[in-house]
């Protein structure tokens, strides 16, 4: 059965949300790269500054964004983070402290800026979407989230485990549609699958004979 970009995000990223805040905020108006960033502490800089790096090794440009790190889930709407409460387009709100929250977060305001609409036709198609950024639809089935996901995973620093390449590899064609490049996370993947077998590529809970809903 084909692996559709949402049930391999589902399955990347299972347990990547529980994730406690970021811890209290000591900063304020401090500069990483082209951004301001207010209320983060070491660690949060941190990682606001591997994000940096990471899309401009990608060759992905941002604009210059503004990043509130806040020190509870309620400052988020109970989300990890938001792009855009204002309306100004470089707005990012923090609530977790994981790099894959950093990364979705800046990866909704490089498709903000960057995206053209035949791409974001073109990427509804490719995953059987209906709308990009609908309020009565589903976090799950909008276009611009699954865009977010899919360029946060092809920007993360870590391989994938064996069982899951298949659904890695399902997502290098997404994420090459948006950005005009490959992931080397997502290419490795496609790479790795020549090299281990149909039963190791399933998630744990399918090889122990649990089915997913």
């Known amino acids: 059965m084909k692996t559709t ?26 500069t990483v790269g082209d951004h301001i960033v207010h209320g983060a502490d070491e660690r949060a ?19 210059g964004l503004t990043i509130y ?10 989300r990890g983070g938001l792009f855009n409460r204002d309306g100004s387009g470089v707005r990012i709100d923090l ?6 929250t950093v990364l979705h977060e800046v990866a909704h305001a490089w498709e903000f800026h ?6 974001r036709t073109a990427f509804l198609d490719m995953n059987s ?5 609908g309020n009565n639809v589903p976090w799950g089935e909008r276009g611009m989230e699954i865009a977010a996901e899919t360029i946060a ?4 620093d870590r391989p994938f485990p064996d069982w899951q390449l298949g659904e890695a590899a399902a ?6 549609l948006l950005t005009g490049t490959r992931s080397p996370r997502f290419a490795e993947a496609v790479d790795g699958l020549l090299a281990v077998g149909p039963q190791q590529m399933r998630p744990p809970f399918e090889r122990a004979g649990i089915r997913s809903r």
């Open 5 to 30: 970009a949402r049930t391999a995000i589902a399955l990347l990223i299972a347990a990547v949300y529980l994730s406690p805040p970021v811890s209290a905020e000591l900063a304020d108006g401090i």
């Open 45 to 63: 800089l941190h990682l606001i500054g591997q994000a940096d790096s990471a899309f401009r090794a990608a060759g992905l440009d941002v604009p």
């Open 69 to 78: 790190v806040h020190s509870g889930f309620q400052d988020c709407l109970d």
């Open 95 to 100: 609530c977790s402290g994981l790099q894959f």
């Open 114 to 119: 960057t995206v053209d609409e035949l791409t």
């Open 129 to 133: 979407l209906v709308s990009w950024r």
């Open 153 to 156: 995973l092809g920007l993360l």
């Open 171 to 176: 997502l290098d064609g997404g994420y090459s």
